[in-house]
């Protein structure tokens, strides 16, 4: 069985993505607990492990983040632990932005020295099958896995997956559908403002190599 530790923020896609591997791969297990939990920073003293990364675009992670704490309520603790009330995302919560930068600079130290390691773009997932197949093709090859089917073909959801950690099988919220052109059309843009660019940008700008090296650019 291979083991593959799972990291990535709140709302960055773990949950599919640790669906997408287990319903594509034979004798896989993907770890979100043990190490150090999923959503926080690497506690393994093994760095040489199997890692996988879920980053999403900080714009869009932010307004993801932002609706997450308006439909459960302050109760559900934000990773971040910064104070989203409501769906509003004024003033720019700045603490959200650095713990984002901070977070993900860790995680790129274990990229960068773990060759047993990948990020995933979770805006790939909602791409066009080509652009999802050469991700699921690149952790193949990465973790070394055996596909369950002899084909070519990939199998996704059309619907967000949910995976509680208690649970082997995976759990569907037919509730909530993927709106597959919200990511590659960069939609969540249009909740912010020209003064929310050059706020949220100024935090950014000293971070551009990491967002690069993951990349993203800064939005102009």
């Known amino acids: 069985m291979?083991?593959?530790?799972?990291?990535?923020?709140?709302?960055?896609?773990t949950n599919?993505?640790?669906?997408?591997?287990?319903n594509n791969f034979n004798n896989v297990t993907v770890n979100t607990s043990k190490g150090g939990h999923k959503h926080g920073p690497h506690e393994l003293s093994d760095v040489n492990i199997n890692i996988i990364i879920s980053i999403k675009n900080p714009y869009a992670l932010y307004i993801s983040e932002a609706k997450r704490i308006?439909?459960?309520?302050?109760?559900?603790?934000?990773?971040?632990?910064?104070?989203?009330?409501?769906?509003?995302?004024?003033p720019i919560n700045d603490s959200f932005f650095h713990k984002y930068i901070s977070l993900y600079s860790l995680y790129q130290l274990i990229l960068l020295k773990n060759k047993n390691s990948m990020f995933v773009n979770t805006e790939k997932l909602s791409l066009p099958h080509k652009e999802k197949d050469s991700v699921m093709t690149q952790?193949?090859?990465?973790?070394?896995?055996?596909?369950?089917?002899?084909?070519?073909?990939?199998?996704?959801?059309?619907?967000?997956?949910?995976?509680a950690l208690a649970e082997e099988q995976p759990r569907e919220l037919p509730h909530i559908d993927f709106d597959n052109n919200y990511y590659n059309?960069?939609?969540?843009?249009?909740?912010?403002?020209?003064?929310?660019?050059?706020?949220?940008?100024?935090?950014l700008e000293p971070a551009k190599d990491m967002l690069n090296f993951y990349n993203y650019t800064i939005y102009k």
Request: hydrophobic letters at 35%; glycine letters at 4%; one cysteine or more.
């Open 185 to 203: 059309e960069q939609k969540y843009m249009q909740a912010y403002t020209k003064d929310d660019f050059s706020h949220i940008n100024a935090i």
């Open 70 to 90: 308006s439909k459960y309520g302050t109760h559900k603790k934000s990773w971040m632990d910064c104070p989203f009330n409501s769906i509003k995302i004024r």
């Open 2 to 13: 291979i083991e593959i530790k799972q990291y990535g923020a709140m709302r960055s896609g």
């Open 139 to 163: 952790i193949q090859h990465c973790f070394h896995l055996s596909k369950k089917t002899n084909n070519n073909v990939w199998v996704y959801a059309d619907k967000k997956i949910s995976i």
């Open 16 to 22: 599919y993505l640790k669906w997408l591997i287990t």
